[in-house]
């Protein structure tokens, strides 16, 4: 079976806690992605949202970010990526105790795929391309917190 | 021919691409492409051409590298699969619409570890 999308009220897995977003402030964007080609076209579409964008190019890099102390309000993380891949950056974060909304963007597309990823953690997966709708879905769901 | 010149070109070229689009329904372009020329502004003047120039540079080295692979005596269809994969999500995130789907059909001849099909139809087709 293929989806286009998993979370935001299809997670199978348990829900994780949110922490509250400051409305007056900016939404501080992790967007973790190997592919340079598509960490431009995200970092300019999040950025179009009005939100602070910052990249991280495989998962070791954004565990590190978040031991550094540094905080998100959503982490957006492709799945394969060199290094350390979406699904064990998604479990060290959650095991750290990190509760941003984690959204996972792939390519991958058969529900097994998808449960997998969101087994790690995630609040929702979505099918590449990342287009306005899912983004505004996203910022949505993150502004309800 | 001066750097103005061939954005005019682009800009043309991409117009004939939409044109073809919706004339058939099965153009080179979808609305992934739309939106990324939306993303395009004062802050961003180049946006377009330096991500179309990004994936053409990234397909070079993609389709060069699965032909390689595929003219290995013993082929690593994983191997083949990961390329043709991450050409599928740059092209899909693109809006190369028949890429992506030419990309989508390679990788069902590489779980069938089908040669001919990978080899002989889908390169020269992305090519």
Known sequence: ????????????????????????????????????LIQKIHKVMMTKFGTEVQLATNGKEAVDLFL????????LTDLEMPIMDGIEATKQLRSMGVTS??????????????????????????????????????LNELKNI | MDVGQLQRQFIDYTASLFREM????????????????????ENNPDFVFEVVSLFFVD???LV???AKALEQSTVEFKQVDAHVHQFKGSSSSIGAHRVKNVCAAFRSFCEQQNID?????????VE
């Open chain 2, 117 to 125: 099909g990978s080899a002989g139809g889908s390169i020269p087709m």
């Open chain 2, 64 to 66: 060069n590298n699965m």
């Open chain 1, 68 to 75: 550094s102390s540094a905080s998100f309000d959503l982490v």
């Open chain 2, 59 to 61: 397909s070079e080295k």
């Open chain 2, 22 to 41: 919706k004339k058939e329904w099965r153009g080179f372009l979808d609305d992934q492409f739309t939106q990324l020329r939306k993303l395009q502004d």
């Open chain 1, 1 to 36: 079976m293929v989806s286009e999308k998993m979370g935001f009220g299809n997670v199978t897995s348990t829900s994780k806690t949110m922490k509250i977003i400051d409305t007056e402030k900016k939404i501080s964007i992790l967007i973790v992605e190997d592919d340079l």
């Open chain 1, 101 to 138: 909304m984690i959204v996972g963007v792939t390519s991958r597309n058969q529900d097994s795929e998808l449960q997998a990823f969101m087994n790690a953690g995630l609040n929702a997966c979505y099918v590449k391309p990342l287009n306005a709708e899912k983004v505004t879905v996203v």
